[in-house]
């Protein structure tokens, strides 16, 4: 085979590919990470480059202005290498790679300690015995795995345990060059001894707890001595590059290493904030012994390395519920080579570990009354129930909420436009952490479309209406100024199609949680709190949403906010054996309701697309 | 570093060696089994070569007669390569590699399925189980592995299992391309998954038990649908080369590279074993998936490459008295890749999982009243109890009764001596299978020693005694010319030294017995039945056996011959869930007794080294 070489500005990065790449395969080959949302089959037009030297040929296409076409700009995964190539990378285009903890972050930790504490006890998946032995005499010549058992039985631990050749092989000479002082790490859950050290190590002994995100990952490291949350830090899934959604991925993973590749940026994704979350906090890996992820099913698949192909396709299986105990390292994941990972799973192809994590965490799975979650994120999924019983439906919501997919959208972080409003006229804007404003993030769209309806921009089905100095045509078609750049910062417009694209997914949510309630036959006003989850959820204006026709009109005292679920269910998981318990029961009861299968769904949908709805009763309290 | 090669003929192997390695060490590298009772330490002087040419250094030795060394023939092991070499194997140094089964095998075949079809109901190792699974459709949308329980529930089965992330990303194409028709192998001892496979497998699933002897490895490949033996073979263990004994072997191990040297020996005579008997049963390797092995504590630490050096270090350590199930594989066994291995522990460092295996195979573990279990291999172990206790003692007898360590010793195979009588002054022997006599097996020994005692050969101390044409002076002193050659067949011979090895192992086990019967507190009389296993059990003469002072004298009919009941256990333990059951709890039950710390044991051993003993009274009936 042919190989050519090509080389991305301004990074110098320089990767050999065979003759004939496509220049976004070949950038993810240099780990550089082009946004693109179509999964690289031409149709999104944002995986832009400038193409300064070389052969190649270019696919046309519809998604390049004349401009951009005069300055050589091509997309990249249309574009195929036939000589080395020079290649400039396009700021703008860049997927980030990583971002600080954002305030988003900031606000669960200050929810997590007391609802992890006050609801479970802790045990975690791993957990450190330091054991002072007596030596082995002619009188006393128990193996040394039985002078180890013996020594545990004092801890009410089931023995014997599980313990692999390679751990045995080790123990007799650990045994005698600690002097008979040991730490052993083990897996109660599943009986097993993991690791024997020399000395005693169980004041260190952490874990991960990760949410394994569509378009973003979150991590935080634990202390498994005290359930106490030591550092958060999140970044985008690189697998981004390949696709926003999860039916993109799939679809992504079907190709010749597909699987392969997303399954190792996902990885890279993950070891990368572990190492740097343990590096800030002065952790050696090595005493990180366990993880816990959660994530929808086709991230959790795609983290396994599972074939996910069977989600997407009809009748929608995935390959288990529940997943095994594995070694992290066995799938690439770098902290302790003895450290186990165990994946939180789900009832559903559409409605996986994170939603169990939010069951979990909310501890709805508990209550007398019915609550209902929201887990709003690139995937919404939505859960209604109590004590007796759980239901859970998913909308395709699409990342726009999550401020990918759209024009100027960010996820809530500083200088995210997070408020929105139109008084006499003016536009008013506010931004996280009063920082200069740097895009809009999903609170802040919700607001924008709020206001431009209530003042009559745009129209009950979202198109711009009238002519106003602050509407103008862009390469996108018509465009609302937000925010009008001052030479240092750049001009953040809501266009047409960020409209459209919004819309869908509020009608998409909307719809689904009103299938529930039909589904489960009870109204509005029996639900006892709604729960809002998921990457966007915390700084939402409540009532800006209801007059969308993203949220029902209930009391707005109803509504609370509950951050990142997934992570906090995570981290009960990993820290409490009764909350592992709980889960497989959560997931086990809940019932999934397939709306494709439903045949009004697709009238609700519709209805629903309109602002904020062809039928206003169905968001009211006197639906019922 | 410096290589340099050595030709080994007439096979005309070639190895290349470092610069100076010595000529064992290259021939074992070459595939090349040489005798060697020492380990390679220069004082057996078996391991003879002739060498051809080349330079070398060769250290002084008393082993060599003087026309050896003019034949230029050295001791391999004390031999030191300085240059390219060619060296002669002399055909009788050589370790037979493979033997074909024995009649003493084909023995155990006739006992083997009564004992094994009465004593316990069939639940193999690793089962299958072939299931048809109804299609998926939205109706029925549980997950891949949901399915593969639901189905499995029919057979009792407890779900969830364990399974690997492995064997979890395989499922999902299986199911499919089997048109949902699979066969599950199960480990159901650890409730887990081994491999699934297309379509209908279940008639086909084998085991195999192995009896891992210091000497003779035997292996049965075992039907697991119905527990029947479908072939035997067996070979000497090729770590013979590096020692005859458990000692030797584990000193070898503390070398660099030793335990791994003596692990990957007997790995390959296991492989090799396996291999043949799976070809001639027409059986692929992939449907073996379970491996049960019974060997003494050393061996079974060479086996799963667990440093052995403890157990020879006061106070007399194992690693673990039970050892995990692992994947065949994981220590270099070739079966099914998804096959798993189990070896059956033991209670002490000197008594391992053979004697858990005989004493599960005879059921004294269930008796009333005292059963004795004598195993006279290169260790002689003997039990000692009924359903209430269970005593046991290790013997270091050698391995003279196994053949080995004797001038012209051999297996009980045919042509080998094991019967002979002086009549009127005249020998007359008779071989197994009547072939043409090429060797003495343990049988033989003892009836040897018996009639050159009665005739007055040997003294009470073994030493020859008096002249006769058929004593004459030989290379080790004196010998006694059991067979004289035809010219076709050699001279056989048992030598002064010969004589010796045999009074040590004989008082050896003797003296363990009479410790036994002391400890227990009860008197010979109270001894139901002695069954007697092992080697070279199966064809003894008890009245000759009693007559040197290796058994007691107690009625004859008391003595039962058992054969390799290590063999039977393991086999028992293969395809029986409760008699593994019940060889955990003869572990967990069993007492040991250390010899070596008992002050009487050497008075005891040193009365025995005499014919039949210095106190006839410890032998009889009357002592208690």
């Avoid at 996986?352 to 909310?362: F, H, K, P, R």
């Avoid at 711009?464 to 953040?492: H, L, M």
């Avoid at 592992?580 to 949908?605: A, F, G, V, W």
Wanted: hydrophobic share 40%; aromatic share 8%.
């Amino acid at each position: 085979m042919k190989y050519i070489v090509i080389t991305f500005y301004p990074t110098n990065k320089r990767v050999a590919v065979p003759f004939g790449s496509d220049i976004l395969t070949a950038s993810v080959k240099a780990n550089i990470f082009l946004a693109s949302s179509c999964g690289g089959k031409g149709m999104c037009g944002r995986c832009k480059v400038k193409i300064l030297s070389g052969e190649f040929d270019s696919e046309p296409t519809g998604k390049l202005s004349e401009s951009e076409k005069k300055s050589n700009i091509f997309l990249a995964c249309r574009t195929f290498a036939k000589s080395n190539l020079e290649v400039e990378i396009l700021p703008e285009t860049l997927l980030p790679s990583r971002i600080a903890p954002s305030i988003f972050e900031k606000g669960i930790e200050i929810q997590t300690p007391d609802l992890l504490k006050n609801l479970f006890p802790i045990h975690p998946l791993t957990k450190k015995y330091f054991l002072r032995l007596p030596k082995p005499s002619i009188g006393d010549s128990i193996s040394d795995i039985e002078r180890i058992y013996r020594a545990l039985k004092k801890y009410s631990i089931d023995v014997p345990l599980n313990v692999n050749i390679s751990t045995l092989r080790k123990i007799p000479q650990i045994l005698r060059e600690s002097n008979w002082e040991i730490t052993v790490t083990l897996d109660e859950d599943n009986n097993a001894i993991l690791l024997v050290e020399q000395g005693d190590t169980s004041k260190t002994n952490y874990g991960i707890a990760v949410d394994v995100g569509t378009t973003t990952i979150v991590v935080s490291l634990i202390n498994l001595n005290n359930g106490e949350t030591i550092g958060t830090e999140s970044a985008f899934n690189s697998q981004g590059v390949y696709g926003d959604d999860v039916i993109t991925r799939i679809i992504y993973a079907e190709k010749q290493q597909g699987l392969e590749t997303l399954h190792h940026l996902v990885i890279s994704t993950i070891n990368e904030l572990i190492q740097n979350i343990a590096k800030n906090h002065s952790i050696t890996l090595n005493n990180i012994t366990g993880i816990v992820s959660a994530g929808n099913m086709t991230m959790t698949h795609l983290l396994l390395k599972i074939d996910p192909s069977f989600l997407r396709r009809d009748p929608y299986i995935p390959s288990s519920n529940n997943f095994p105990t594995m070694f992290a390292a066995e799938i690439g994941i770098k902290i302790s080579p003895s450290g186990i990972l165990l994946p939180i799973g789900g009832p559903a192809s559409y409605v996986g570990g994170d939603i169990t994590a939010g069951v979990l965490a909310t501890g709805m799975y508990n209550e007398e009354n019915p609550y209902m979650l929201i887990d709003i994120g690139t995937n919404g999924e939505v859960v209604l129930g109590d004590k007796n019983w759980l239901l859970c439906v998913s909308a395709s919501a699409g990342p726009a909420f999550e401020g990918t997919g759209v024009k100027n959208g960010t996820r809530a972080i500083e200088g995210a436009i997070q408020s929105f409003k139109i008084e006499d006229g003016q536009v008013k804007i506010s931004t996280i952490g009063n920082k200069p404003p740097m895009g809009i993030c999903g609170s802040g769209y919700i607001e924008i479309i709020s206001e431009l309806f209530k003042h009559k921009f745009i129209d009950r089905a979202g198109k711009f209406a009238g002519d106003n100095e602050k509407i103008r045509n862009g390469d996108d078609g018509k465009e609302f100024i937000v925010y009008r750049g001052n030479g240092k910062t750049k001009d953040i417009l809501i266009t047409q199609v960020d409209i459209e694209n919004l819309l869908r997914a509020k009608a998409a949510i909307f719809s689904s949680i009103f299938m529930l309630i039909e589904k489960s036959g009870i109204s509005w006003e029996n639900i006892e709190k709604i729960y809002i989850a998921g990457g966007f959820g915390t700084f939402i204006n409540i009532k800006a949403a209801m007059s969308i026709g993203l949220l029902p009109n209930i009391p707005e005292e109803k509504f609370i906010f509950v951050g990142d679920t997934a992570l906090l269910g995570a981290k009960s998981f990993l820290i409490s054996k009764m909350a592992r318990k709980i889960s497989y029961d959560i997931i086990k009861n809940m019932t999934y309701i397939d709306l494709s299968t439903e045949k009004s769904y697709m009238e609700e949908y519709l209805g629903a697309l309109f602002l904020p709805h062809t039928n206003l009763e169905k968001l009211s309290l006197k639906i019922k």
